[in-house]
C-alpha cells in the first residue's frame, strides 16, 4: 500500500529521513497549471503523441500504459473514438555525475593520502586503507539520475490546453515501472486543480 504525505519544497530533504527499512520514498517536485476546476465523471480521452513519440513507439507505449492507470485513478476513462479530451504523456531522463575533487577534507575513516611522513595512508572519511594520517584522496564519482514525467491535456471541442502537469525526481538508479507509476500518480494529485508553485508529493512503497 502506497503512503502519501506532503513536505514543502525547502523541507524536501527533511522528509526523506522519514522512511522505514521497509519502505522507500519516492520524492517528486510537482507543478502543476489548470484552467478548470472540476473535469465530468467519467470524462473521456485519447493519447496525443508528438512525432518524436511516435518514432520512439518501444519506449512510448509502455509510458501511456503507466499514464492510462493513473488517469484512471483520478476519474478519467480512454476511450479513442469518442473523446472529449487528448493527453499528451512524456518522459525525460539525464543521467548526470558528480564529481568533487576533494570531497569534504578531513574526517573519520581510513585511506590513502598524503601523511606527515610522505605519501601513504590517509585518515579521510568514506575510504577504507591503511597507515597514518593525512589529507585522502577525493570520493569516487557518483552518478544521479535526474527523470521528469509530463501530460498535457487539451480539450478537442475548443483545442485549449486546459491542465498541464510535472513531476520531477531524482535517484541513484534510473526509474522503473514502480516508480514511474508513482511519478504519475504525484503528477496528478489533485487533479484538475493546481496548487500554485512547486510542492513536494512524497509517497512510501515498498522496497
Known sequence: MRRVFFASFALGAAALLAGCSTTRTIDSDVQAFSTIATVPAGATYRFERLPSQQARFVEQAPLEALAERALERVGLRRDDAAAKYTVQVG???????????????????WGPGWGFGGWGGGYR?????????????????????QQQVDLVMRDLS??????????????????????????????????????????????????
Open 158 to 207: 475548443s483545442g485549449q490546453i486546459v491542465y498541464e502537469t510535472h513531476a520531477a525526481h531524482d535517484s541513484l538508479r534510473p526509474a522503473d515501472a514502480a516508480v514511474l507509476s508513482v511519478m504519475l500518480d504525484s503528477a496528478l494529485y489533485g487533479f484538475p486543480k493546481a496548487t500554485p508553485g512547486i510542492r513536494q508529493v512524497n509517497v512510501e512503497i515498498p522496497r
Open 91 to 109: 518522459l525525460s531522463a539525464q543521467r548526470q555525475v558528480r564529481y568533487d575533487p576533494w570531497g569534504p577534507g578531513w574526517g573519520p575513516g
Open 125 to 145: 572519511r568514506g575510504y577504507y586503507g591503511y597507515g597514518g594520517y593525512g589529507w585522502g584522496g577525493p570520493f569516487p564519482d557518483r552518478v544521479l539520475y
